[in-house]
Structure formats: C-alpha cells, structure tokens
C-alpha cells in the first residue's frame, strides 16, 4: 500500500488532508484516486490506514479507517560530529531507519569541513528531506534534527535525567556492554561520535568533566559513519522497548 507522510496537524480524529510535493506524488506519480487505499505516517510516530474520499486540484482528502501509533518509553539522540556530504547525508537516513528521536550536528576540532553560513539552512533542509524519505520507508517518525552547534554549546545540551555517552576509539575500559551491564534500564540517552578525526585529546576530557560516559566499541578502528550506525543499533537492542497501540476509526 502506498505510503505518504503528513504533519500531525494535517489529520485529525477520522480525516487527514494531502498536499504539496506528497499529493503531487500521490495523484500524478501514482495516479491515485477516489476509493483507493493508502497509509499515512506523521511526524509524531502515528501511521494511519485510510482511503481517498475526494480530490481537488491541490489536496487529497483520506477518510481514516485505523491507526497505529508508536510508543517507546526509550528516546536516543544522535550528536554527530559533522562528516563530509555523502557521508553525513548517509548517517542521516540510517540513523532514521533505526529510530533515533533526534539528531544534533556539531562542529569539533577535527571537523573536515565547514559550509560557509549561507549554506547551514539548505544544508537542515537537505537532511530534513532525507530524513523524511528514510522515515516513509522504514515507518518511523521523523526525528527532529537541529542546527548545527559547536561541542562546547553540544555538552551543555542534554537535559538533567539524560544519561550521555561519547563513543573514543581510544578507549579500551569501558565499553558498550559494560555500561549496559551497570544501566540496564535507560529512557533517554544521548549518543556523541565525532567527525572523520575523531575527538582531540581535551575535548573528550570536557565531555568527561561535562557528565559523559566515555564509551569505547571495541578493537576496531571504524569510520565515523559506521560507529554510528552500529552504536544506534547496539543501543536500540539494548534498551529499545517498543509497543504499537492500534485503534479502529471506522
């Protein structure tokens, strides 16, 4: 069945309203009309089963048969240290096909590269589109991505009750399934991995003094975009506790 995302405030309790680049996609890409079936994703983790009840020049309106809303007491949070296009545009869509709730680019040391000002909104809108696209896919919400910050304004980010790990190739200690071990329940946890360089010797010693774990992933020495990938998903396993609440609008 056809899959279309929509704001949460485009549906309400048994209708929802399709328009801009999804009706596009909807009516003249797929050619969908009146009486077919589709399923609706919001930004808030809901997915909607319903059927096209009428459409215009400009909207489709999609008479709601049930939905299905995803709850998870586990909200993880991506601080990625900003990575060269493709690569960033890939941990984008990953970490959203695995659920993250929030992804907060940074600026570090050892950061490869720096887009000039002008560029920072196209470049959040870009990764909002991905994120969009990788969210239709995999059914998740869309995580909120924030603009892009530098690791002193990141260490003072994370709330109060937020547990926070930095992942250091260095570190050879204390590792992810040692602190799973010490914290076998979590429901929040921020996760910082650092550019292609990596981290500067003093910045993972602010993020110590900051109230950061510093979480090694083993022997091996991986690309950035991988740590993340694996880190994401390691934790998802480890304290991910998901249940879908289905209700019948009809």
């Given at each position: 069945?056809?899959?279309?995302?929509?704001?949460?405030?485009?549906?309400?309790?048994?209708?929802?309203?399709?328009?801009?680049?999804?009706?596009?996609?909807?009516?003249?890409?797929?050619?969908?009309?009146?009486?077919?079936?589709?399923?609706?994703?919001?930004?808030?983790?809901?997915?909607?089963?319903?059927?096209?009840?009428?459409?215009?020049?400009?909207?489709?309106?999609?008479?709601?048969?049930?939905?299905?809303?995803?709850?998870?007491?586990?909200?993880?949070?991506?601080?990625?240290?900003?990575?060269?296009?493709?690569?960033?545009?890939?941990?984008?869509?990953?970490?959203?096909?695995?659920?993250?709730?929030?992804?907060?680019?940074?600026?570090?040391?050892?950061?490869?590269?720096?887009?000039?000002?002008?560029?920072?909104?196209?470049?959040?809108?870009?990764?909002?589109?991905?994120?969009?696209?990788?969210?239709?896919?995999?059914?998740?919400?869309?995580?909120?991505?924030?603009?892009?910050?530098?690791?002193?304004?990141?260490?003072?980010?994370?709330?109060?009750?937020?547990?926070?790990?930095?992942?250091?190739?260095?570190?050879?200690?204390?590792?992810?399934?040692?602190?799973?071990?010490?914290?076998?329940?979590?429901?929040?946890?921020?996760?910082?991995?650092?550019?292609?360089?990596?981290?500067?010797?003093e910045e993972v010693e602010q993020a110590h003094?900051?109230?950061?774990?510093?979480?090694?992933?083993?022997?091996?020495?991986?690309?950035?975009?991988?740590?993340?990938?694996?880190?994401?998903?390691?934790?998802?396993?480890?304290?991910?506790?998901?249940?879908?609440?289905?209700?019948?609008?009809?």
């Amino acid at each position: 069945m056809p899959r279309f995302f929509l704001p949460a405030a485009q549906i309400n309790q048994s209708r929802a309203l399709v328009t801009g680049s999804e009706f596009h996609h909807l009516h003249h890409v797929l050619r969908l009309t009146t009486g077919d079936r589709v399923t609706l994703c919001d930004d808030r983790g809901g997915e909607y089963q319903g059927r096209i009840a009428h459409c215009s020049a400009a909207s489709a309106e999609i008479e709601l048969t049930s939905v299905a809303v995803l709850v998870s007491e586990f909200s993880l949070t991506l601080a990625q240290g900003i990575l060269k296009g493709p690569r960033m545009d890939l941990t984008i869509e990953k970490a959203t096909e695995l659920g993250v709730h929030r992804i907060v680019p940074f600026f570090s040391t050892f950061t490869a590269v720096r887009p000039a000002q002008d560029q920072s909104a196209e470049r959040l809108a870009r990764w909002h589109r991905l994120a969009q696209g990788a969210a239709k896919q995999s059914g998740n919400p869309v995580p909120l991505i924030s603009s892009s910050q530098s690791f002193r304004d990141l260490l003072a980010s994370p709330s109060p009750g937020d547990e926070k790990i930095l992942l250091y190739e260095k570190e050879r200690t204390q590792t992810l399934k040692t602190f799973a071990h010490i914290h076998p329940v979590m429901s929040s946890l921020w996760i910082v991995i650092g550019p292609e360089g990596g981290f500067a010797p003093e910045e993972v010693e602010q993020a110590h003094a900051a109230g950061f774990h510093i979480i090694g992933l083993g022997t091996q020495i991986l690309r950035a975009e991988t740590a993340s990938i694996v880190a994401i998903a390691l934790c998802q396993f480890l304290w991910e506790d998901r249940a879908i609440k289905n209700n019948t609008c009809e």
